[in-house]
């Protein structure tokens, strides 16, 4: 394995979460997954597994910037991913979608927690892959948090039109465009799609090279679901586009499939990428699973 400082830490976050965050390094098991990772620097809860995130489509560990810190204050060793085919990591090998991704996820966190069943926590895309993940290696985690995820079955009432960007020639004109989609997608108040959000966002789409992606239109996270061992928790914004006027059918959905449903918690006033939007909530509703 070999290590490396971590790059890419957003230039518009706080002086002091950019300083903590550039403490950590990037691990390389190997496997074409680059791994992020961040000890507490004070006091770490005795034998608590890695907090482990994964990101969502077209994104990178930087879905979460606003969410690691306080994990670190809590005493918790985090782990961030950037799927294969995103962010550093290497392409996918073979296959466009989330099941390509199984195995060298498996093999790489398996070393990385060196036989220790992680906290798994994953958001949109990486909430799918996560559920498949553990559907095919269910000993790698002690607990699953699903955030924001698609594939649950319950098709969105209308159709999320994102608009394209590559073409355009300015960097003015992608950053409307960016803007666009992070207000269809991502972010239910318009007033929050701002430098950070417009940063994080950009630099991660132009680092997308799984373009096919289908699954997350599928029932795929339900029916792995049904055989993940662990809790199940499930932590979305009560405004996901995904699943306006259908958050109910969501919880009826998750009761079902999971084998140990836990619960879902919504969070007042946020969308689809909650952590980044209400992350105070958010990160509330968090330590609440981490420590049930």
Known sequence: MTEQPISGVPSLLPLAVRERLGRGRRLDTGHGVAWHAWAPEREAIPGAPPVVL????SGSWTHWVLNIVPLLDAGRRVLAADLPG?????????GHDADAMLAPLAASLGELAAGQAVDLVGFSFGG???????AEHPALARRLVVVGAPAMGVAPERPIELRAWR??????????MHRHNLGVL???????IDGLALEVHATNVVRDRVPRRRLSRTDILVRSLASVPCPVHAIYGEHDVLYVGQLPQLGEALA????????????ADAGHWV???????FDAALRRVLTD
Do not use: V
Request: net charge negative.
């Open 54 to 57: 994964l990101h969502g489509g």
């Open 86 to 94: 995103f962010g550093d990591s290497a392409p996918l090998a073979q």
């Open 128 to 134: 799918m892959a996560a559920g498949m993940l553990l």
């Open 167 to 176: 073409h355009l020639k300015t960097p003015q004109a992608q950053a409307e």
């Open 186 to 192: 991502m972010l239910h108040d318009p007033d929050l």
């Open 256 to 267: 079902r499939a999971a084998r140990d449903f836990r619960g879902l918690q919504l969070i």
């Open 275 to 281: 952590q980044f939007e209400a992350p105070r909530a």
